[in-house]
Every structure is written in C-alpha cells, then in structure tokens.
C-alpha cells in the first residue's frame, strides 16, 4: 500500500500546518490555495513555485505570506524580484531554486508541477523526510519503484492527490491488502466519450478541451480525452498500492460521482462518492491523517442515476497502450510518459491531429524497447536520462507524421 501506511504519524497540533506549494500557480495550486483560504489559521505557507508567470506566482505569495517564492524560468526572475520587493518574500529562480523550495523543513509538500519538470523537485522533498500530497503522475510513472522505495526506507507518507488515487487510499487505509481482490479506479469518459472514431480524427485542440466535468490544466484534459490519464493512473495504483495490473482495472463513469471501487474477498465492493470537486480530496491530504474539511455535500436524490461502463479501447487505444506498457514494466512506463507529453503538445499546437497521439506514443515505446536497457531507473537522472530519450523518439515520429 501507500508509504503512508508504515510512516510515522503526526500528531494534531495547534499550531498551523506549514506547507510548500510546488506548481502553485497551476489547477492544482489554485485548489489547494482554495482549500486553505477555507480554514483560517489552519495553515502557514512556505514557499511556492511556478514556472515562469511571475505576476500570478507574486500575487499568490503576498496573499498567503509565503517566505519563499521560486519561478522555474530564470528570465523571469527580474520580474518577480521587482514584484516583491519591500515584502520580505525571498525571490528565487532557475530549477535548483524549485528544489530548494522543495526542501525546506515544512509538514508537507505539495507536489503539482506538471510533467517530468515535477521529478526532481518532488525527490528532494522526499529526501528531506517531509510528507508528500502528490499530485504529479510522472513521479510514480517514471520512476515509481524508485519513489515508492525511498518512501518505504524513510518512512515518508506519500498522499495521492487524484480523485481516483485518494478515493481507493481511504477505502482500503488500515486494511489488510490481502483482502483486496480488486481496485477499480473510473473515468467521465471525456468530451469525446460517445464520438465515433472518424469524428475524432477532425477534432481540434478546442473540442479535447472542453472537458464535461473537470476543469484542469490543459495536458491532462487532453489525456482525459484520449484515456491516457485512466492508462497512467492504473500505473500509478500499481506503485501506490501495491498490486499487479491484473488487479487494476477502469470503469467509465460520465457522472464523475464514484471516484474509485475496492473489491474486498467475499465480493463486497466499496465504493467512495463524492461531487466531482479537487478540493475533496487535496483537503483529506492537507488534514491528514485528521479528517478533511467538508466541501460540497453529495445528494444522491437530485443525481438521480450513476451509470457506468467498460472503457472501449477500440475508440480509445491509449489506455492499451498504457496498460502493454505497465505489463512491460521497466523503462516502457517512462517512455510512455515522455512521448505522451511530446505528442499532447504537438496535438495542442497542430502538428499532428488527435488520433496521432495514441499511435506516436505507442510507436515511441515500442522502438525504445528495442534500443534502451528495459530496467526500472536507479536514481532521478537515470529516470530524467530515459525520458529525454522518450521524447527525443517521439519527436523524431512527429517529425516523420503526414499531418507535417
């Protein structure tokens, strides 16, 4: 299960929380800042991190008194200093500045930067012992076993920030995972839930972004709308609770009410409902392991249905492809990680068209099997190593693509 289940357990405190903030200026930042201005005195910030919008990353450290504030982006250090002159808020910048703010002695970190920019910032907040809410997928689908293990040894609880993930970890915390025969995490189906597959070849950058119950960044609305995002989070379940593939599986649910299933030996099945809200769940990882605040109350009666089915995967190949990838095991999860970033921003920016980016980052696993040592990566830089493989082949593919 989750390192969490082994760690050290805080105590409740009086005294606020202290907390960073990696990727604050992103959805999941705006959330958790959501979250905290519900609870007055409950929480102090550290620092916060974005990558290169130094008027929203300002802004965001006045409002919560951060002491440290770091874009990724050295160019946009002149601007953020200049923003916060006079207040006392240290002003940093480049990528060691992130993992600097990382690292500083806080109760926990919050881990949403995007993409694999997340892995090395969110490695050095494990390293230095503090408490996780993680809420990027890269960290566990490209090196999952290394994060996983490094958790374990340093007792460090690892909190899963997705619906889904947080869903299943309050369902089965303190249980014997050998009781569990089943862990379904569910899927909205995205805006192209009921498009044939030949719609889906015209669609455009704006059709796959107006997602029909989320409002995320755009990457991952992009992979709610390929079913990559359901691919990477059986991934994820994989390092977070333990199990084997076999063992994992997806339902889509357009309702987005049931967040995950645990089938328990004797055929019970749990489920944990909640209204589609990230405050639900990044609020349980905040109050930890107190429980969270209430958010938006769930009333069944005015839904009035829950409907559910098996994804197709005939219309949506990216799901299979993450699912061949974690049977695979070793660096095929990286690749897939890599060449699925790749092919979403050329889809964004319309190099290839929305079909494309299955098959380019099926084609990009499938030619570094052939070409990479198929191993879990020992450290970040290997991981980091392997994934700028990943995307060197799929952008090679895109290159090669009719649509260029």
């Given amino acids: 299960m989750v390192a969490a289940r082994a760690a050290r357990v805080p105590q409740p405190s009086a005294a606020p929380r202290r907390i960073s903030i990696l990727g604050a200026t992103g959805s999941i930042g705006g959330s958790t800042l959501a979250v905290i201005g519900e609870r007055p005195g409950a929480y102090a910030v550290e620092a916060v991190t974005g990558y290169r919008n130094a008027a929203a990353l300002s802004a965001i450290a006045r409002a919560v008194g951060a002491r440290m504030a770091a874009v990724a982006d050295p160019g946009a250090y002149g601007e953020l200093k200049e923003r916060l ?49 993680l809420a990027n997928k890269e960290c566990l689908v490209s090196a999952g076993a290394l994060f996983m293990a490094a958790a374990r040894r340093g007792g460090v609880p690892i909190l899963p920030v997705d619906s889904e993930h ?82 994992l599986g997806v339902l889509v649910h357009p309702q987005s009410i049931v967040h995950g299933l645990v089938t328990l030996a004797g055929g019970y099945v749990l489920a944990a409902l909640s209204p589609p809200d990230m405050r639900t769940p990044i609020a349980h990882c905040l109050a930890w392991p107190e429980g969270g605040i209430s958010t938006r109350q769930l009333d069944l009666a005015a839904i009035g249905r829950l409907d559910f089915a098996p994804p197709d995967e005939a219309r949506f190949p990216a799901l299979g492809v993450a699912r061949a990838a974690l049977e695979a095991g070793g660096t095929a999860t990286n690749i897939l990680s890599a060449a699925n970033e790749v092919a979403v921003d050329a889809f964004l920016s319309g190099r290839i068209g929305f079909l494309e980016i299955a098959r380019i980052v099926a084609e990009s696993v499938e030619q570094a099997a052939a070409r990479i040592r198929v191993r879990e990566p020992e450290s970040i830089d290997e991981a980091l190593s392997i994934d700028a493989e990943g995307r060197r082949i799929a952008t090679e593919l895109i290159g090669r693509s009719p649509s260029n």
């Fill in 166 to 247: 947080n869903a299943i970890f309050q369902l089965i915390e303190g249980r014997d995972l050998a009781t569990v025969e089943r862990i379904v995490v569910t899927a909205s189906g995205g805006p192209f839930r009921e498009w044939s597959r030949e719609r889906m070849a015209a669609a455009t950058p704006e059709d796959a972004l107006r997602h029909p119950t989320w409002t995320m960044g755009r990457k991952i609305t992009i992979d709610s709308a390929t079913l990559m995002n359901k691919g990477l989070e059986l991934i994820e379940a994989h390092h977070l609770f333990g199990q084997p593939a076999s063992k």
């Fill in 85 to 133: 002159a006079g207040t006392g808020i240290v002003a940093e910048a480049g990528p060691a500045a992130v993992i600097e703010a990382a690292s500083r002695p806080v109760d926990l970190v919050v881990a949403a930067i995007v993409g694999a920019a997340g892995l090395a910032p969110t490695w050095a907040a494990l390293n230095a012992g503090t408490r996780i809410a």
